[in-house]
T-cell receptor, first 110, second 110 residues
Framework: NAGVTQTPKFQVLKTGQSMTLQCAQD?????MSWYRQDPGMGLRLIHY???????DQGEVPNGYNVSRSTTEDFPLRLLSAAPSQTSVYFC?????????FGPGTRLTVT | KQEVTQIPAALSVPEGENLVLNCSFT??????LQWFRQDPGKGLTSLLL?????REQTSGRLNASLDKSSGRSTLYIAASQPGDSATYLC?????????FGTGTRLKVLA
């Protein structure tokens, strides 16, 4: 039972490049979400999904796309990376009450 | 718009001391409140979850209370140890969305 897994752990991109951060879970939770964590700003919600085929925006969605084709996977896409997207990205799932977080992806955009 | 504040931002105490971390929120219409621990460079580990109908939860040396009417939660750590050194985050849940505080960075001195 791996819980929530994220790949890659570290990534360096150049401005304008695209990439996908992967998130997978084996807990069969319907709810999944993506956060970014920046120094002094806590965690901010980017996008979330309440089930396969259903996604919605969080607090800071601009520059990010998501889709949810299966219960298990919730990838986060950066279409054209910008230095302002340098951050640590966390994926989380939720059962009826509690959130469970992945280990994070540290992204640097130069 | 829900806002979550954690005071103090940083705290340094000698080993063995009992301590209280504070979390305040502006909208009392919450679903639940969750306390997390985050070690440097790591993900979030759930410590305690308090549902909106509950007043407190306990786990070992940790006790969390919730007062929705005043918009406050406290995390009490008894007999602190150097291994408790970490950043402690509180998160308030509305419908499908968690709002995080910026955390309290705790250092317990041996």
């Amino acid at each position: 039972n791996a819980g929530v897994t994220q790949t890659p752990k570290f990534q360096v991109l150049k401005t304008g490049q695209s990439m996908t951060l992967q998130c997978a879970q084996d807990m069969n939770h319907e709810y999944m979400s993506w956060y970014r964590q920046d120094p002094g700003m806590g965690l901010r919600l980017i996008h979330y999904s309440v089930g396969a085929g259903i996604t919605d925006q969080g607090e800071v969605p601009n520059g990010y796309n998501v889709s949810r084709s299966t219960t298990e996977d919730f990838p986060l896409r950066l279409l054209s990376a910008a230095p302002s997207q340098t951050s640590v990205y966390f994926c989380a799932t939720q059962d009826s009450y509690e959130q469970y977080f992945g280990p994070g992806t540290r992204l640097t955009v130069t | 718009k829900q806002e979550v504040t954690q005071i103090p931002a940083a705290l340094s105490v000698p080993e063995g001391e009992n301590l209280v971390l504070n979390c305040s929120f502006t909208d009392s219409a919450i679903y639940n409140l969750q306390w997390f621990r985050q070690d440097p460079g790591k993900g979030l580990t759930s410590l305690l979850l308090i549902q909106s109908s509950q007043r407190e939860q306990t786990s070992g040396r940790l006790n969390a209370s919730l007062d929705k009417s005043s918009g406050r939660s406290t995390l009490y750590i008894a007999a602190s140890q150097p291994g408790d050194s970490a950043t402690y985050l509180c998160a308030v849940a509305g419908t499908y969305k968690y709002i995080f505080g910026t955390g309290t960075r705790l250092k317990v001195l041996a």
